[in-house]
């Protein structure tokens, strides 16, 4: 197996997007991958008092268009947290999937 230097570590793409289809949304969206940076971010904010937001803060970080540029910002989670919970929840769930956020870790972020 080959060695990785540093220049290999860092020029590689580690965050591929996922086509999805949201079903109740009748289309589809991209999903990437959360960089380390999101993924303290979410967590820091999920565990305070923006924990209502758990839902729409992980689409406003990871539903974006097949360039990878966002669809949604945090001006939207309003918007999204009036969307139908069948629709948030699916995706959400395809989200946390391509993440490997567990429900688990889901579960712990909500109790905190």
Same mark, same amino acid.
């Not at 590689?12 to 999101?38: C, F, P, Q, R, S």
């Not at 919970?85 to 989200?95: Q, Y």
């Given at each position: 197996?080959?060695?990785?230097? %540093?220049?290999?570590?860092?020029?590689?793409?580690?965050? @591929?997007?996922? !086509?999805?289809?949201?079903? @109740?949304?009748?289309? #589809?969206?991209? &999903?990437?991958?959360?960089?380390?940076?999101? $993924? &303290?971010?979410? !967590?820091? =904010? /999920? $565990?305070?008092?923006? %924990?209502?937001?758990?839902?729409? %803060?992980?689409?406003? =970080?990871?539903?974006?268009? *097949?360039?990878?540029?966002?669809?949604?910002?945090?001006?939207?989670?309003?918007?999204?947290?009036?969307? /139908?919970?069948?629709?948030? &929840? *699916?995706?959400?769930? @395809?989200?946390? *999937? &391509?993440?490997?956020?567990?429900? *688990?870790? #889901? !579960?712990?972020? @909500?109790?905190?």
């Amino acid at each position: 197996m080959k060695k990785l230097t %540093r220049q290999d570590c860092l020029s590689v793409n580690d965050l @591929a997007l996922k !086509e999805y289809t949201v079903k @109740a949304w009748d289309g #589809v969206v991209y &999903i990437k991958k959360m960089t380390a940076k999101d $993924q &303290i971010q979410f !967590e820091d =904010m /999920s $565990q305070g008092k923006d %924990r209502k937001n758990i839902f729409s %803060r992980l689409i406003v =970080m990871c539903v974006c268009d *097949e360039n990878g540029n966002k669809l949604f910002t945090e001006a939207d989670m309003d918007a999204l947290n009036n969307k /139908s919970a069948s629709a948030v &929840i *699916e995706l959400f769930t @395809a989200i946390s *999937e &391509i993440n490997s956020v567990s429900q *688990e870790d #889901v !579960e712990d972020l @909500a109790k905190n």
